[in-house]
T-cell receptor
Framework: EPEVTQTPSHQVTQMGQEVILRCVPI?????FYWYRQILGQKVEFLVS????????KSEIFDDQFSVERPDGSNFTLKIRSTKLEDSAMYFC????????????FGPGTRLTVL | AQTVTQSQPEMSVQEAETVTLSCTYD???????LFWYKQPPSRQMILVIR??????QNATENRFSVNFQKAAKSFSLKISDSQLGDAAMYFC????????????FGGGTRLMVKP
């Protein structure tokens, strides 16, 4: 069964460093998302991406964040200068395109900022 | 903006018993989707069940069923014959009609299953 994959599973970085989180969505899916979950809190939407551009973003997704689909398969989230409060689980998700369909989630990347 | 509220931070149930998790939401839309996701300790988000707002019939998936009350904006999850593997965080989520729209999640309910 096709699945969304994410790498790395765990990333440790120093405050102020740049990180890139990688996702490979399901191949025939058209919409891509990043969500974040701070430990013990709810899952929060960051950004959605369609047709090679951002379609929607939350107030969390400020200038420190960017997304890219550099080739036909990868979907990346870059945090330019990490802060302690960026420590969280980051989930990538994708959806085929029909309004009825579910979003498939990847296993997440745990980001720890020291 | 849409909001989703889960008023039970924790619930426990005896194995083989039935438990109901509550969820309420706020929206001005008439067409939307509601979901329950399960998040086990591995943190992977797994879809349990979905409900289309235009459908009056409550969705069921094996031991999982929902009680969807559109006027009350209520969407509870019933788990019958609870199993140890059902222990997890459960998140209620809302999505507006439209293919690309994002999910809005509730705060989650931690379900513990006692053997």
């Amino acid at each position: 069964e096709p699945e969304v994959t994410q790498t790395p599973s765990h990333q440790v970085t120093q405050m102020g460093q740049e990180v890139i989180l990688r996702c490979v969505p399901i191949s025939n899916h058209l919409y891509f998302y990043w969500y974040r979950q701070i430990l013990g809190q709810k899952v929060e939407f960051l950004v959605s991406f369609y047709n090679n551009e951002i379609s929607e973003k939350s107030e969390i997704f400020d200038d420190q964040f960017s997304v890219e689909r550099p080739d036909g398969s990868n979907f990346t989230l870059k945090i330019r200068s990490t802060k302690l409060e960026d420590s969280a689980m980051y989930f990538c998700a994708s959806i085929e395109g029909s309004s009825y369909n579910e979003q498939f989630f990847g296993p997440g990347t745990r980001l720890t900022v020291l | 903006a849409q909001t989703v509220t889960q008023s039970q931070p924790e619930m426990s149930v005896q194995e083989a018993e039935t438990v109901t998790l509550s969820c309420t939401y706020d929206t001005s839309e008439s067409d939307y989707y509601l979901f329950w996701y399960k998040q086990p300790p591995s943190r992977q988000m797994i879809l349990v069940i979905r409900q289309e707002a235009y459908k009056q019939q409550n969705a069921t998936e094996n031991r999982f069923s929902v009680n969807f009350q559109k006027a009350a904006k209520s969407f509870s999850l019933k788990i019958s014959d609870s199993q140890l593997g059902d222990a997890a965080m459960y998140f209620c989520a809302y999505r507006r009609q439209g293919a690309g729209n994002m999910l809005t999640f509730g705060g989650g309910t931690r379900l513990m299953v006692k053997p």
